[in-house]
């Protein structure tokens, strides 16, 4: 089993930052690829970026540019988020993938954009 923490979580102005961090906790050595994924009100969640065991990194289109993911070891990940957007505003939640496919979900963090 894998437990997940994020925070960092708030709201900001538009043309803001900040940085969220997920904690991993548990059989933390079973862990490979992690991610960062949000759901807004009435949408379907989305991936945000990810990070693979060894540093290799993925994002959406939408953040390439302003976001960075970065990872520290094998406990937590981080999501370094710069110029937001309202349209950023959204639930952001913390993904692991496990051995043998277990997949493992934070309870997530609010984001919210606005002046």
């Known amino acids: 089993q894998v437990q997940l923490v994020e925070s960092g979580g708030g709201l900001v102005q538009p043309g803001g930052s900040l940085r969220l961090a997920c904690a991993a906790s548990?059989?933390?050595?079973?862990?490979?690829?992690m991610g960062w994924y949000r759901q807004a009100p009435g949408q379907q969640r989305e991936l945000v970026a990810t990070?693979?065991?060894?540093?290799?990194t993925n994002y959406a289109d939408s953040v390439k540019g302003r976001f960075t993911i970065s990872r520290d070891g094998l406990e937590m990940v981080y999501l370094q988020m710069n110029s937001l957007k309202p349209e950023d505003a959204a639930v952001y939640y913390c993904?692991?993938?496990?051995?043998?496919?277990?997949?493992?979900w934070g309870q997530g963090t609010q984001v919210t954009v606005s002046s």
């Open positions: 993904k692991a993938i496990a051995r043998g496919g277990y997949v493992y």
């Open positions: 548990g059989n933390i050595f079973s862990i490979g690829n």
């Open positions: 990070v693979t065991d060894v540093g290799g």
